[in-house]
């Protein structure tokens, strides 16, 4: 069994990075000044990432308020209204607001790739965008569409940027979908999510990532979305590993690649080496090709300088794994 490792998604910003954006909205530097500083912060992220082997390395978004707001900004028909918190977490992000159809005026990623993949050569990065149901269901309406159209207009959107991506130079696409793993999200949601999905990455070459944390989703939300044709699922197992041991060994990945969130994106103590073993054996019992093994979530929850703490930590426990798993 061969063993990889890389963070999920992004980091927390640094001092500096957090003073710039308000300074940048209060009119107190130019955007250049911004991205000056985003492209230290971001260096010194994918350095960490880098030094430790991980496969996929991300750029850490460090510049991003949200996990929406980049694509909002970038899509006409899409405005940001005001603040919601974010799923149970200690921060919030402004709602988007769809009057119409998403009508990509640029697009997000291939800029950053350009910018980034100068600073990770030789390492390509992974790309990361919000999925279309997570999309559609923590934004507003105005559009007068069907929550289903909206989320397939929002998926037709997020297709042409993973395309973009791609032919800019990403190693690989991941699509977070943390809405399926709320309780209240039913088999029709998931069904739904399935379908645009996998209409999102058909006709990539790069391998594709669905990712779901937070929770664990119920078995006949996880039941549709093993139907997705992505090559990777994602889950959050040290939030819940009882539940989320119990999923996979019942369902299985249903012909997917496992990538599993073993190491608390959300506490700054240092990860159980020998549970994150048990966790990664249990729910590989049977399996015989590659895993990741990855962050529960992103790391903008926790304080920086824990961030790249736990970044080593990923790397050093994913060489101990494939070194000791290799012997079993």
């Not at 977490?89 to 402004?94: A, I």
């Not at 507003?140 to 909206?150: P, Q, T, Y």
């Not at 970044?311 to 060489?319: H, Q």
């Amino acid at each position: 069994m061969e063993i990889w490792g890389s963070v999920l998604g992004g980091y927390p910003r640094t001092r500096e990075e957090r003073h710039a954006l308000r300074d940048l909205e209060r009119g107190a530097i130019a955007t250049h000044e911004l991205e000056i500083r985003t492209l230290m912060a971001s260096s010194v992220i994918i350095g960490s990432q880098e030094a430790v082997g991980l496969r996929y390395v991300v750029d850490g978004m460090v510049d991003w308020h949200d996990m929406f707001r980049p694509f909002a900004s970038a899509w006409r028909n899409v405005t940001v209204g005001g603040l919601l918190r974010y799923f149970d977490n200690n921060f919030f992000y402004r709602i988007p607001v769809f009057t119409d159809r998403p009508d990509p005026e640029y697009f997000v990623w291939p800029g950053r790739l350009r910018t980034f993949s100068a600073i990770a050569d030789p390492q390509p990065l992974k790309v990361v965008v919000p999925g279309p149901l997570t999309f559609t269901l923590m934004s507003k309406n105005a559009s007068g569409m069907s929550k289903e159209d909206l989320a397939a207009s929002i998926a037709s959107a997020l297709a042409l940027e993973l395309r973009a991506a791609q032919d800019s130079g990403a190693i690989a696409v991941q699509i977070d979908e943390p809405m399926l793993s709320d309780s209240d999200i039913s088999a029709d949601d998931a069904r739904l999510a399935a379908e645009l999905i996998s209409s999102m990455v058909s006709g990539l070459k790069v391998p594709s990532i669905l990712a779901i944390y937070y929770n664990v989703p119920r078995d006949d939300v996880y039941e549709r979305l093993l139907d997705t044709k992505v090559t990777y699922i994602s889950l959050d197992v040290a939030d819940a590993p009882s539940r989320a041991l119990d999923l996979i060994a019942k369902k299985g990945f249903g012909g997917h690649r496992p990538v599993l969130g073993l190491i608390d994106a959300r506490r700054i103590e240092d990860d159980d080496y020998e549970r994150v073993k048990e966790w990664l054996l249990q729910a590989t019992r049977g399996y015989d090709g590659d895993v990741g093994v990855t962050t529960t979530t992103w790391f903008d929850t926790i304080p920086y300088r824990y961030s790249l703490r736990k970044t080593v930590i990923l790397g050093s426990y994913v060489e101990r794994l494939a070194s000791e798993v290799s012997r079993l």
